[in-house]
């Protein structure tokens, strides 16, 4: 079965770092192009970050500088280390797989929480 | 950065209305628009991608059609385990942007 369960999330105060992981079964993240969304407590849904099957990463302006996507493919896992963070980072994270050339996310996990507060 | 504008917000609809969904972008950006459904504390899931293609598994009452800057999503006859909120987003340029999204309640 393909699946992603993220893990990792909490409540950190501001300024301080957090790696949220997401383990993926039933393919392959190395693969494929890998992202993170997130989405604010009764907002919309924010693109964060992806990484490309080749190694490239991209992010949203918002997190641009603070925050860094990577992958173990060994271990299957996709990974956001959050540093410098912000109250305005407090969100639901899901991580999710990109339809392969469609530049849509076909597979989603069940999401984790990141509370920044003091 | 390209924005993506839906409309409306929230729209109230009966069982078995036609119902459709707007989403506008501020550039053109082909046909690489997709449509998402989202429930209460749920992960959204993909019902349209490439503007007008159904995901597999995804009912046949639910269409997708646009290109350049406006899109559609079109529920041909809402279904009780349709009540949800539907997200836009698109991709240009290694950046992807979701709508801001559409309620859509029981009347």
């Known amino acids: 079965e393909v699946q992603l369960v993220e893990s990792g999330g909490g409540l950190i105060q501001p300024g301080g770092s957090l790696r949220l992981s997401c383990a993926a079964s039933?393919?392959?993240?190395?693969?494929?192009?890998m992202s993170w969304v997130r989405q604010a407590p009764g907002k919309g849904l924010e693109w964060v970050s992806i990484?490309?099957?080749?190694?490239?990463?991209y992010y949203a302006d918002s997190v641009k500088g603070r925050f860094t996507i990577s992958r173990d493919n060994s271990k299957n896992t996709l990974y956001l280390q959050m540093n410098s963070l912000r109250g305005e980072d407090t969100a639901v994270y899901y991580c999710?797989?990109?339809?392969?050339?469609?530049?849509?996310?076909?597979?989603w996990g069940q999401g984790t929480m990141v509370t920044v507060s003091s | 950065d390209i924005q993506m504008t839906q409309s409306p917000s929230t729209l109230s609809a009966f069982v078995g209305d036609r119902v459709t969904i707007t989403c506008r972008a501020s550039?053109?950006?082909?046909?690489?628009l997709a449509w998402y459904q989202q429930k209460p504390g749920k992960a959204p899931k993909l019902l349209i991608y490439?503007?007008?293609s159904l995901e597999s598994g995804v009912p046949s009452r639910f269409s997708g059609s646009g290109s350049g800057t406006e899109f559609t999503l079109t529920i041909s006859s809402l279904q009780p385990d349709d009540f949800a909120t539907y997200y836009c987003?698109?991709?240009?340029?290694?950046?992807?942007?979701f709508g801001q999204g559409t309620k859509v309640e029981i009347k």
């Open positions: 550039q053109s950006i082909s046909s690489w």
């Open positions: 990484i490309y099957s080749g190694g490239s990463t």
């Open positions: 039933g393919f392959s993240v190395s693969n494929n192009y």
């Open positions: 999710a797989r990109a339809k392969s050339y469609e530049h849509a996310f076909d597979v």
């Open positions: 987003q698109q991709y240009n340029s290694y950046f992807w942007t």
């Open positions: 490439k503007a007008s």
